[in-house]
């Protein structure tokens, strides 16, 4: 049975961006609000967990309030609650999940809990175009997941492949760390490598021929640490934008042909990507003109709907509170897709 819910206020502290969203009708986004905290977890050059729960705790009550305000609405104007239940960190976990159990229950609104891969799968349903047709392949590539699934509605999400070890973004911010680059390591590689050649050097794409959906990264960043190694000892000149090229399209080449085959493999008409990587140029241009040449549909979202965000919670939280898939009590949070 079907309920009628129109407000949704979404909540979103997985990692390390504290996010409160409100949308209207499961598809007007009202506000959408991130406080980031990746500057402070850049001077370790990746998350600390400890500081990301303490600084969820500090920011999540001013966050929901600037959603809500932006919206014009208050607490009691909304019709349901949308909290990442998993998969992340377990400390900032609970502080969006309390925080957001602290508000459901005394006023008697229905909440439930999202998967956060889910959401990142729905993000592109933000927009008011080009919105994917189920069933859909779906490739997730941020800093802690690369995997592709089956996605037949909004409720029905089946793994395909993942990771063996390092997540795409991942493998970004660990080579930006070997070349000296700031955290987070995507930004800064993307830009230097418009200035670079992509065949400069001929870096691995792990093929995995026994389970040809699933990826590997790392053995492509052991590789670039070796390389940039010897050039160092050599004393020759490092061309940094080189390096960043070529890593790149070795990312993008193995992205790009997976999801691919995944696509052909279950005869979908439809692509879509999310997560972080995703708002990678590159990466987004090879995969619509790789699409569009085999006559599929491909989606992905802007990039502030690509990296973590609360919109992307309370859509798929939407239809979650529109079929009574509500959390108990005493639910808890979840570190890992299970
Ligand atoms: O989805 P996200 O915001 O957070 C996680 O759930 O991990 O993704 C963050 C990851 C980081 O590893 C970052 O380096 C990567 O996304 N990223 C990019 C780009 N922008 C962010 N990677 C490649 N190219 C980009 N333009
Ligand atoms: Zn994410």
Redesign the pocket.
Known sequence: MTKKIDIVLGIET????TAAAVLKGGERLLSNVIASQVEVHAEYGGVVPEIASRKHVEAIDLVVKEALDQAGIGLRDVDGLAVTQGP?LVGSLVVGLSYAKACAFPLNKPITGVN?IHA?LMACFLEEENRPEFPFVGLV?????TSLYRVDDFFHVELLGSTRDD????A??KV?KILGLP?????V??KLAQKGRSDAFSFPRARLPETPLDFSFSGLKTAVLQTVQKIRAAGQELVVEDICASF?EAVVDVLVSKTLEAALEHKVKWVVAA???A???S?RKRLMTECKSRGLGFSVPR?IF???NAAMVALAGHHQLMNDMLLSDDADVYSRLF
Request: charged share 15%; proline share 8%; with cysteine.
């Open positions: 997985s990692c390390d961006e992340g956060h990142h590539v941020s800093g802690g997941h997540a795409a973004g991942e970004f911010d930006a955290y987070p390591g995507g930004p590689i993307s790149q997560g972080g990587v708002s990678n140029e990466l990039p690509c990296t973590d």
